[in-house]
């Protein structure tokens, strides 16, 4: 019950921060070309208590779900007579367009500014990520080992897009379950084209090929009494061999297993020093175990304001581009659907992200917080870009559109919208089932 509690709690937060932001930027920019904002409103449902200024009703509101702003005309669909220099549609179509990106632009902006404070406070980072993407480990029997790929093959491109770091290359394989996938490698001076077909692992439709990367081993906690501390070891630890054969971060736990009630001998680094230790795993069950948390090898990096800030932009940058190429390969059936998140999915990662603690929820909400901002100027007519793409039309014809003709429009979006919602929640359901979406089939 607690976790629920928990659950719902955190994705409250997230969802709150992102939305009165969102709705912040309409606020702001309503006001800043003269629009009258009628409410702004910190929740939604029955009025708690507030104050009026200006001709603004300033409210806290019940259910603490983010927020909303009304302004004076908003949802009209023509120009009435007499109408208020402060109405929404007395407005040029130029300054509606500022008024209804502004919230997706928010919403990004935040992105940036809470990434930049990521980057200058300093976090946890897997060293190889940043690394050129040269193969360290191939799992027997995987796709990557049937596709010819081996050790110390540097990937230079996958099906054509260029590869520099492991992320990219994570980035490449996760969002293409059982897809052929050409990659183009160079091998001792030589450059060789691989066909591998990948393989869908987790519920989540994740793409996998079974290569890894040259990573050591690092000790994140050890358990008290457990053969780890027995033996010597201490969180912050780095794994070097064992037995004398260096062992990367994902065959070290398969080494251990193989290996119960056999003495090992690890040689480790701890800071400077290079230390090796006496460890005979426990066994439990068939399996070897010597009580420790590992993670891949990892280094803490901090940026100063300018460094943290242009590295914000190109993280986010980069991010944007892969939100908008993943929408295009759900639409060319490159990606899978079981990829897409929903309000489950979303209160699921809330509590996980968090559980791990201030920065990593900080984290979690730049990155719903960018999505939100850049799905949001779709021209789906429901949502801002829908809008902002009446506005263009009408720009390049000179006249607006009949409300006949706009309110045909917002009728077909509100049936998609709704269809997509559907699908997405029962998305999220279905991905908690044992069997998927054959669970819901009567035979």
């Not at 019950?1 to 709705?23: G, N, P, Q």
């Not at 946890?124 to 093959?153: R, T």
């Not at 050890?222 to 027995?230: C, G, I, M, Q, R």
């Not at 090992?264 to 005979?280: A, H, S, V």
Request: hydrophobic residues 50%; charged residues 20%.
């Amino acid at each position: 019950m607690l976790t629920v509690l928990e659950t719902i709690l955190a994705f409250t937060i997230v969802f709150a921060i992102l939305v009165f932001i969102h709705e912040f930027g309409h606020f702001f920019m309503a006001k800043l070309v003269g629009v009258k904002v009628e409410v702004f409103s910190f929740g939604y449902g029955r009025r708690l208590f507030g104050f009026k200024r200006k001709g603004t009703d300033y409210r806290i509101s019940l259910i603490p779900m983010g927020g909303y702003v009304r302004l004076l005309g908003e949802g009209m669909f023509e120009r009435r007579e007499n109408i208020s220099p402060q109405d929404f549609m007395a407005k040029k179509r130029w300054q509606r367009v500022l008024i209804l990106a502004m919230g997706s632009i928010m919403n990004i902006l935040l992105a940036f500014i809470l990434v930049a404070f990521i980057n200058m406070a300093g976090v946890n980072s897997p060293e190889y990520l940043d690394e050129p993407p040269v193969v360290g480990w191939i799992e027997p029997g995987s796709p990557a080992e049937k596709a010819g790929l081996k050790a110390g093959d540097l990937v230079l491109s996958i099906s054509g897009r260029k590869v520099k770091t492991w992320t990219d290359v994570e980035i490449a394989i996760g969002s293409k379950p059982e897809k052929l996938l050409f990659l183009e490698v160079e091998r001792e001076g030589k450059r060789l084209t691989l066909a591998l077909k990948t393989e869908e692992r987790t519920r989540y439709g994740m793409g996998y090929a079974g290569f890894m990367a040259r990573s050591l081993t690092q000790v994140r906690m050890v358990t008290p009494n457990s053969p780890a501390e027995k033996g010597g070891l201490k969180p912050g630890d780095v794994i070097l061999a064992v037995n004398g054969e260096p062992v990367y971060f994902f065959e070290f736990v398969k080494v251990i297993e193989a290996n119960p009630e056999k003495e090992l001998d690890f040689l480790i680094q701890r800071g400077e020093e290079k230390l090796n230790l006496k460890i005979t795993p426990r066994r439990e069950g068939n399996v070897g175990k010597i009580g420790i948390l590992q993670e891949p090898k990892s280094v803490v990096k901090k940026y100063g304001f300018f460094a943290a800030l242009s590295k914000s932009i190109r993280e986010n940058i980069k991010n944007a581009f892969l939100v908008i190429h993943f929408i295009a390969d759900l639409f060319t059936g490159e990606a899978s659907t079981k990829q897409l998140g929903g309000p489950l999915e979303i209160a699921s990662f809330s509590y996980a992200a968090m559980r791990l603690g201030f920065l990593a929820l900080i984290n979690w909400i730049a990155l719903i917080s960018l999505q939100l901002g850049i799905i949001n100027l779709f021209p789906i007519p429901v949502f801002d870009g829908g809008q902002i793409f009446v506005l263009l039309i009408e720009g390049i014809i000179r006249r607006d559109l009949s409300p006949r003709l706009r309110q045909i429009w917002m009728q077909i979006g509100f049936i998609i919208f709704i269809a997509l919602v559907v699908f997405i929640i029962l998305n999220d359901i279905v991905k908690r089932m044992p069997n998927g979406w054959e669970s819901l089939l009567p035979w």
